[in-house]
């Protein structure tokens, strides 16, 4: 069964950070596209970042450049994406969800084609008190 299992959300002061891992396992995610998208109260799904099935190539929305850092360990088992959020601020509070697609990810997030994405994480709340 494939499972994508995020943790690491929380409340942080603004300019504070956060962590967030996402633990995928049930398949071979190393040849995977990986990421992150939020999605705030009455707003729809938005991307945040997304790395590469070999880690070489990254990219970020341009709210979070400079702030977020997204990186990712591939193993047999189990491969794990994180994203480190820093200079955290209250438009970043939201549902996090960790994302997995064989196609490139932010190919899809930029096409709106969200909806080919392969797997979802069940979601993490991060909120930063204005």
């Known amino acids: 069964q494939v499972q994508l299992v995020e943790s690491g959300g929380g409340l942080v002061q603004a300019g504070g950070s956060l962590r967030l891992s996402c633990a995928a396992s049930?398949?071979?995610?190393?040849?995977?596209?990986m990421g992150w998208f939020r999605q705030a109260p009455g707003q729809e799904r938005t991307f945040v970042a997304a790395i590469s099935w070999s880690g070489g190539r990254t990219y970020y929305a341009d709210s979070v450049k400079g702030r977020f850092t997204i990186s990712r360990t591939n193993a047999n088992v189990k491969n794990t994406v994180y994203l480190q959020m820093n200079s955290l601020k209250p438009e970043d509070t939201a549902v996090y969800y960790c994302a997995a697609a064989d196609q490139d990810l932010f190919s899809l997030a930029t096409m709106k084609k969200t909806y080919e994405v392969d797997y979802w994480g069940q979601g993490t709340q991060v909120t930063v008190p204005s």
């Open positions: 049930g398949r071979t995610f190393s040849r995977a596209h």
